[in-house]
């Protein structure tokens, strides 16, 4: 399978704190997304961050991304209960390849 | 904004029945997508299409076919549907192709096949 992994599955904080995820992937990529998924619908892009590049910025979200390692993080800062959701990395090449999520609660 | 739309949210089919899942996107991307979620496994590619009567299968195309006779409108086909085939079912579109723009999502058609 060429599909990537979030680590960890699950994530429960609390309203405020920050929420790190983290993604590795197999194959070599021309770039990187993140998607959200609210229960039940269907995915939302958040950021996109290419292969030449090591860190991006939208509003609250920081992705940083290391080639040599294969592996991508996404941290959420000051994190609302509406962010509540799952969250997935998806490696591009030929194709978009989907890691298995991460599953985000942010208690009230 | 890029709004793609399958037909139902929900569907209940009997096992051998042919379903057709439709898709329809309204930017003129050239690229459509079916993909199928099952907790655990993450999104699976089933097929794909970057032109109008052009498909590409997937990792999982097994038991399932597409119909791309209109730019706008993709639509997946099982063709006798079986149990193991009870999923969300996802369609997408994007403007490029390999991943170098945004997959835009539907709000998926949940099948479950009895």
């Known amino acids: 399978s060429q599909q990537g992994e979030e680590d960890p599955q699950a994530l429960s904080i609390q309203e405020g704190e920050n929420a790190t995820m983290n993604c590795s992937y197999k194959?070599?990529?021309?770039?990187l997304q993140w998607y959200r998924q609210n229960s039940g619908r269907g995915l939302v892009h958040l950021i996109l961050i290419r292969s030449n590049e090591r860190e991006k910025h939208s509003g609250r979200l920081r992705v940083t991304l290391d080639t040599s390692k294969k592996s991508s993080s996404l941290l959420i800062t000051a994190s609302r209960a509406a962010d509540t959701a799952s969250y997935f990395c998806?490696?591009?090449?030929?194709?978009?390849?989907f890691g298995t999520g991460t599953s985000l609660t942010v208690i009230p | 904004d890029v709004k793609v739309t399958q037909s139902s949210r929900y569907l209940v089919k009997r096992t051998g029945e042919k379903v057709f899942l439709e898709c329809v996107q309204d930017?003129?991307?050239?690229?459509m997508f079916w993909y199928r979620q099952d907790p655990g496994l993450g999104l699976r590619l089933i097929y794909f299409s970057y032109d109008v009567k052009m498909k590409e299968k997937g990792d999982i195309p097994e038991g399932y076919s597409v119909s791309r006779e209109k730019k706008e409108r993709f639509s997946l086909i099982l063709e006798s549907a079986s149990t193991n085939q009870t999923s969300m079912y996802l369609c997408a579109s994007s403007l490029e192709i390999k991943g170098n723009s945004p997959l835009h999502f539907g709000n998926g058609t949940r099948l479950t096949v009895t």
């Open positions: 998806a490696s591009t090449g030929n194709q978009f390849y």
């Open positions: 194959t070599s990529i021309n770039n």
């Open positions: 930017m003129d991307h050239e690229n």
